[in-house]
T-cell receptor, first 113, second 114 residues
Framework: GAGVSQSPSNKVTEKGKDVELRCDPI?????LYWYRQSLGQGLEFLIY????????KSGLPSDRFSAERTGGSVSTLTIQRTQQEDSAVYLC???????????FGEGSRLTVL | GNSVTQMEGPVTLSEEAFLTINCTYT??????LFWYVQYPGEGLQLLLK?????DKGSNKGFEATYRKETTSFHLEKGSVQVSDSAVYFC?????????????FGQGTTLQVKP
């Protein structure tokens, strides 16, 4: 597609359940980023992929969070045993790299009840 | 550590008014500075950037100058339009090897009334 695509756009889940969020970056973009946008916290960096490897996972808030990227393209962010504080909009961005210009998707809004 | 501070919103202006959104940063060395904009129902998109001191980024009538002496990157526009209503984020990137790892300000909501 023309832009970064994320799914689902909205997800409501119960506390303790696992969720998977998907990101399909712009074709040809080698770098992929996950950010989280929550009330009172602004936009926080979570993880960075270059190709299929993740050289920077420093923003993942706990070991309940994990992410993978396959084929240098689609990425999945998994949150296990969700907690209410995980409620946020999860944003994915991709770039060819080197310019600092990130192309963001519209985000996946996660609500944990 | 590195951080970005933006003026709190919301900012409400009439069409054709002058806009300033303040942004200051804390960082060691020489970060790159960015303004991103999020229009209603859309993803964040890059508005402008500056990579070294005294650089001026500009786009769509918006400007911001990288001021190292005041550690600031204030966003300005001479005459706003209703279509400029959006959330504006100031951000910095530190380190040449990973310029996509951004530190964002809290965002400032701009509402322009006709």
């Amino acid at each position: 597609g023309a832009g970064v695509s994320q799914s689902p756009s909205n997800k409501v889940t119960e506390k303790g359940k696992d969720v998977e969020l998907r990101c399909d970056p712009i074709s040809g973009h080698t770098a992929l980023y996950w950010y989280r946008q929550s009330l009172g916290q602004g936009l926080e960096f979570l993880i960075y992929f270059q190709g299929n490897s993740a050289p920077d996972k420093s923003g993942l808030p706990s070991d309940r969070f994990s992410a993978e990227r396959t084929g240098g393209s689609v990425s999945t962010l998994t949150i296990q045993r969700t907690q209410q504080e995980d409620s946020a909009v999860y944003l994915c961005a991709s770039t060819r790299g080197g310019t600092g210009e990130l192309f963001f998707g519209e985000g996946s809004r996660l609500t944990v009840l | 550590g590195n951080s970005v501070t933006q003026m709190e919103g919301p900012v409400t202006l009439s069409e054709e008014a002058f806009l300033t959104i303040n942004c200051t940063y804390t960082a060691t060395g020489y970060p790159s500075l960015f303004w991103y904009v999020q229009y209603p129902g859309e993803g964040l998109q890059l508005l402008l950037k500056a990579t070294k001191a005294d650089d001026k980024g500009s786009n769509k009538g918006f400007e911001a100058t990288y001021r190292k002496e005041t550690t600031s990157f204030h966003l300005e526009k001479g005459s706003v339009q209703v279509s400029d209503s959006a959330v504006y984020f100031c951000a910095l990137a530190h380190g040449s090897s990973n310029t996509g790892k951004l530190i964002f300000g809290q965002g400032t909501t701009l509402q322009v009334k006709p």
